[in-house]
């Protein structure tokens, strides 16, 4: 006799026992009791007069409730230990799109994310008990996607929220095992699906607008001046009439109506000249927006006070060509031998000379004489490239040494209190920094021994150099979702001034933005502002879907057993209570025995 008849004939087998123990035991009568009376006349006549078919028909009625009242007491118990009659065992691969479009609100107010939370708890509640759910995100906020017992899929379901970003590759399990295989989604973010997943749809059009990119600088011509560019896009099918604001410091603002026609996108460049130094808040704002994450975006008033720097050279037309070109930097060449000191100077540059003493100025050094505050010389290569570079640091960020080729440098020994950022392929330093005030970086080759100065990247090298070295580094666009420092032990304060929560890893700090908004990380020797937003055409498109515009999904599946979609013990259990109240009732008038 096989396991799995067993298992399908076992509630039929428990029934029948129970029935037969209920039974034998009303067939069970109790020893009679002898009584001695005065006369049997009396009992005599009451059993002539009894009515032997009514009283019959009250036990067979006292033993039908009892039975059927047994029955489901067994049967609920069987169901809680091992589910014969919540249908066969299968196993379900439930994907749940929580990508950001997916926190769109519909036209019950409900979001997109919600709305395919109620279709997968659907579609797994309408297998059987016994079934095993593999559940899955497409962001990945599960961390390790498991086959479960069919509650336990439904509590990881409340994890879920819409995240950051979009699906990098759907995810199933690695063998099937003939699943049936679910993903239920909005259709925006959705790549391939491959052959037998089954896609439900959530998707339901929906008006939005949003900040698509925001940015503010100063313009080269005028270092006191700063404009802000600000590009809004329609997402829905017809025109909008949308206000745009942007906020500042002080109770400074500048709003601006709008049109934007369907689909539409639209740039505004605003004066922000009046404006003073920190935080910029722009938003736009439209009646029945679905989409809140796209409406905010942060940025910061750029520091706009002229910087006088003194580039101490025999001469270099490259470096003081670059270096004019920045506009903050009021340039003034002097030549080593007329170099009297740092009086009334913001920054130093100083080209292929250094000066004995420590300066108390930030300096920017290359291909310096012997210096005792400065590494160590210990011999020169030629013909070197750069193996390695860390892209984190403020300093290289949007500068690319790939292509850099050098004739000559300096080996030196950078000892333990200095920073190493780029090497060669034999490990010797290349560009190294102090990070401790006052701050100073110094590249170990001549400017002119390589082809550094013709890079694209190298004016965008010099401002991150004035910019970090005076802490005056711009605020570094991040995504929403997870942001990486490149700070150890950072701590990580909110535009209001709040500690966020950060997690310490080997390469700098992590920590969590759920909401557009203006960081500042401060560490041991360095500070660098961000700025989280969306600015993502991508996501303010929560209509682009690839899925017809069928509405809410309302799904069905056969589960292949008896109430599959239905509590039977519950029911069960139901049962036998209204059968129990009933034969009370029955026994109180007495017609039941």
Known sequence: MSAAWVSGYLPVLVSLAVAGVVVALYLVKPPPSRVMVASILIWERVLKQARRGRERLRWWLSLLLATFVAIALAVAALSWRHGPWQGPPVRLAVVVDDSATMAARTGDGATRLERALEVARGIIRSHGARSEVW?????????????????????????????????????????????QAFVVTDGVALGPVPAGVRVESVFEPA????????????????AR???????????????????LTVAGVGGKRIS??????????????LDLSDFGEGPLRASVRMDADALA???????????????????????????????????????HVVAPSRYAGEDGYDLLVFDRHAPKARPHLPALVFRATPADWLPAVRGEAAGVSVAQWNALHPLLENVSLRDLAIGRTALVDPGTSVSVLARTPAGAPLIMVRERAPRWIELSFDLQDSNFALHAGFPVFLANAVDWMLDDAAVKP????????????????????????????????????????????????????????????????????????????????????????????????LIAALLLLFDWWAWTRRITV
């Open 135 to 179: 559940v899955a995100d497409t962001m990945r906020r599960i961390a390790v996607p498991a086959y479960r017992r069919r509650e336990e899929a439904l509590a990881v379901l409340e994890e879920l929220k819409p995240t950051p970003g979009f699906v990098p590759a759907l995810p199933l399990p690695a063998e099937s095992d003939g699943a």
């Open 225 to 243: 001046s700063c404009l802000a560019f600000v590009e809004v896009t329609n997402a829905g099918g017809g025109p909008r009439q949308v206000e």
């Open 478 to 573: 991040r995504a929403l979702g997870t942001v990486h420092l490149p700070i150890a032990h950072a701590r990580v304060l909110a535009v209001d001034g709040k500690d966020v929560p950060v997690q310490s890893v080997a390469d700098g700090s992590l920590f969590e933005a759920d909401a557009p908004g203006l960081y500042t990380a401060v560490g041991s020797d360095d500070r660098m502002r961000v700025a989280v937003n969306v600015l993502d055409r991508r996501v303010t498109g929560i209509n682009r879907s690839v899925l017809g515009a069928s509405g809410p999904a309302v799904h069905a599946v056969d589960g292949g057993g008896l109430s599959s979609g239905i509590d039977f013990a519950g029911v069960l259990l």
């Open 293 to 331: 994450a796209d409406d905010v975006a942060y940025a910061a008033m750029p520091a706009r006070r002229a910087l006088r720097v003194a580039l101490v050279t025999h001469g270099n037309v490259f470096l003081e060509t670059a270096l004019r070109a920045q506009p903050r930097v009021r340039l």
């Open 207 to 222: 008006e939005n607008v949003g900040i698509t990119a925001l940015d503010v600088r100063i313009p080269p011509a005028d």
């Open 256 to 269: 601006k109506m709008l049109t934007l026609e369907a689909h539409g996108v639209r740039g505004e460049v």
